[in-house]
């Protein structure tokens, strides 16, 4: 049983064992005996609370990266929410025990305790070493293939996620420690903006050639083909690297992809019709 569960249980029996040992104490005290201890952890409930609430996200997004039928689109998006929460030392933990029913109840970073907060800390730095300093380090933005953050800008799902890449990228280079032995140092906005624009082109030019490795295959599929498709030009924008037609559905993300993008889906067929036939007033006025 791992950590995230082994709490969960004992934050689940945390009143029946409090009773059953005070009954404990009690019968002792009755019958003259000495008394027994009470629970060696009744004053860390708070603190094993906060740590749940680390734990229990970290946990999800372990699971679910590892599914078979997992989607990387879901699992980049899962891990860029834990970033821009639990990952975030600057923001609050949200309580992971009370039920969808109770208003949620957060922990500011004011109130947490020394093992949450370093809980934290170490968490942060790992995801950083293994994953988000792909963002951050020249040398792996030259170096990194960036195949996850192309998939999630080509999916007709999430073609407007440019934006929130950017945002995370940016994140990540200003809470970005310099040097570890005056934490307080951060990168200037300049640096911060090179290495936004450096990340961004990076991935833009790796959809490029990926463009072009799909215009090669589809010259070669046009010799058979009476209408051959037709891929948009080349230019700097990401919009135009991402106009790829749609060979897959549109798959149904989590609820972490939804609460990411904070866009709703466009599903009315009547207000689509309605921006068409606008359109084409537009255009016959």
């Known amino acids: 049983m791992g950590l995230e569960k082994v709490i969960k249980r004992l934050l689940g029996k945390w009143d029946q064992v409090e009773d059953w040992l005070q009954e404990r104490i009690n019968k002792a005290i009755r019958e003259r005996k000495a008394v027994p201890e009470g629970l060696p952890i009744a004053d860390d409930k708070e603190t094993l609370l906060q740590l749940y609430g680390l734990l229990n996200p970290t946990a999800a997004f372990n699971t679910k990266s590892q599914k078979e039928c997992s989607n990387q689109v879901d699992v980049l998006l899962t891990v860029f929410r834990l970033r821009i929460t639990i990952l975030d030392e600057t923001q609050p933990i949200k309580d992971k025990v009370r ?36 963002n951050t380090d020249p040398a792996r933005i030259r170096d990194t293939s960036y195949i996850p953050e192309m998939q999630m800008l080509l999916h007709p799902s999430s073609k407007t996620q440019a934006n929130n890449l950017a945002k995370i990228v940016k994140l990540c280079n200003e809470q970005l420690i310099i040097d570890p032995e005056q934490p307080h140092l951060r990168l200037d906005e300049q640096s911060v903006a090179r290495n936004v624009a450096s990340v961004k082109a990076a991935v833009m030019n790796r959809l490029r050639a990926l463009k072009l490795d799909i215009a090669k295959g589809t010259a070669l599929g046009s010799r058979t083909s009476t209408h051959p498709r037709q891929l948009p030009s080349s230019d700097n924008s990401f919009a135009s690297m991402l106009e790829f037609p749609s060979l897959q559905p549109q798959a149904v993300f989590s609820e972490d992809l939804m609460e990411f993008t904070e866009e709703a889906a466009v599903t009315d067929v009547s207000e689509m019709c309605t921006k068409l036939e606008s359109k084409k007033n537009l255009i016959g006025g």
């Open 99 to 134: 039920s969808p029913s109770e208003p949620p109840l957060y922990y500011q970073v004011n109130n947490l305790t020394r093992l949450a907060k370093a809980t934290r800390a170490l968490l942060a730095k790992a995801f950083h070493k293994n994953f988000f300093c792909r």
